[in-house]
């Protein structure tokens, strides 16, 4: 079986106001596209709520796995402004995904 592409999920929570935490974040959105194995990522944030997420595709679950357990969450988790980190990680079903038209996204994986 081939290796399959791994979709990370992450969230969290800013208290207070998150200029400056998104002003950081695009500072740091160079560093993370240069992560080994990464495709992508997608952020979204919801000013009024503080809710952050953030969805990456990795070209497989070790890369993903590497991510998770390394720096930039480890930076997350540590930052004073930020709480309940959550992560979950998936193996992309791709069969299932490319029916939702997804294909050409994960096509980039391979």
């Not at 081939?2 to 974040?25: E, I, S």
């Not at 560093?31 to 992508?40: D, F, H, K």
């Not at 990680?89 to 294909?103: E, F, P, Y």
Request: hydrophobic share 50%.
């Amino acid at each position: 079986m081939r290796n399959n592409p791994a979709l990370l999920t992450v969230t969290y929570q800013v208290a207070g106001a998150p200029h400056a935490f998104l002003d950081r974040a695009g500072e740091e959105a160079g560093r993370i596209a240069s992560v080994p194995g990464l495709v992508w990522k997608i952020w979204a944030f919801e000013h009024e709520t503080g809710l952050g997420s953030s969805c990456y595709l990795f070209a497989d679950r070790a890369s993903a796995r590497r991510f998770a357990d390394g720096p930039a969450l480890a930076a997350l988790r540590a930052h004073p402004l930020i709480t309940h980190v959550g992560c979950r990680l998936g193996v992309v079903q791709i069969a299932l995904s490319a029916i939702t038209r997804a294909g050409p996204v994960i096509s980039l994986a391979h």
